[in-house]
């Protein structure tokens, strides 16, 4: 890892420093070439030294106040998920102590989430909400700042994904989040006219072409209401991406917007990687090979597929029932073969059990 400084770098272009979720990602999955006690002895620098006015604000008043810091929101929910993934390097590297801490922190998304309007807000100094609030606007203060990043509070609301149980009970539970995701699809695709190119690809406020919408879809498997992460994702798959020049629906920034067709179109995707947990959707194959390892293969098939038959009626992994909404990248790398079989209604108790559920806050 010759790199590793230049990979962590600061956030001077965008917030957050995401590479540690890559770094969590591929220390998890034992890939060769990644030192876990050096990676960490330079986010740990950035985790509890590192010095800036929307990090002493985070790591003191567990939020990144609105009337000092711009794209306040987006920040605090960023640095949460950072947190969780800087958590498993500090893990992974055998400093505990610190890993609970931010594990801990992580979990500092709840601040900004007004469970009275059930939005993600921005906050002042004092503690209280930034007035005022359209949940479609880019702020509080258009002369100012936005407090989203290339965002609203729409698409930020959802932005959590690796403590997403704690985060459902926060909308009232599994009913709550479910209308709640509804009604993100569902609402008017206004956009105020500050709002910046990079937010396309519009299905209510639901943004495709824009990484802070990629695992939302998936997140109805997460209150049991898989079959609408089924229809959602292959809607996006055939409505978002067409073979012409212009054919993706937003801006292809380090190739996210192929990477979450060739994933999804596959069957499943990981809306927290730092765990290795895959979500299932709607595969759009009959029959896909991926060489493994040592000679291992893994065959996704589904061979009643169409553009009808986009339910999943039943799973059977390596010839045995599977009733699981997810599978983890531990299994699949075993090889062997995933089946599903499709049909043109949903069933309802597909991923419906909360044992089937996929799991959160943990890393497999």
Known sequence: MPYIDELVGHPHCMIGWHSDSIIAEALSKHLAGVDAQKAWGVYKKLAFETQSLSLNDYRTLGYVSADKSDQSVSRILEYSHDDWSMARIAELAGDSDSAARLRARSKNYKNVIDTKSQFARPRLADGSWAEPFLPNAMGHNSLKWWDFTESNSWQATFLNQHDIYNFIAL??????????????????????????????????????????????????????????????????????????????????????????????????????????????????????????????????????????????????????????????????????DLVFNMGPAPNLAFGADPADRPPSFVTL
Request: with cysteine.
């Open 171 to 336: 909308f009232g539970g599994d009913a709550g989040f479910e209308a709640k995701l509804d009604a993100l699809f569902a609402a008017p695709s206004d956009l105020p006219p500050d709002a910046p190119p990079d937010m396309s690809g519009l299905i209510g406020q639901y943004v495709h072409g824009n990484e802070p919408s990629h695992h939302i879809a998936y997140l109805y498997a997460y209150c049991g209401a898989h079959h609408k992460t089924q229809a959602r994702v292959r809607m996006l798959l055939k409505t978002q991406y067409r073979p012409m020049p212009d054919g993706l629906s937003g801006n292809e920034d380090c190739g996210q917007m192929s990477a979450w067709y060739i994933m999804s179109a596959l069957g499943f995707y990981p809306v927290d990687p730092v765990s290795l947990v895959y979500v299932f959707g709607s595969p759009l194959f009959p029959k896909v090979e991926i060489p493994l390892a040592d000679g291992k293969m893994l065959r996704i098939l589904a061979p009643k597929v169409n553009d009808s038959n986009i339910y999943i009626q039943s799973i059977t992994w390596n010839g045995r029932r599977y009733s699981k909404s997810w599978i983890s990248h531990h299994d699949l790398m075993k090889g062997g």
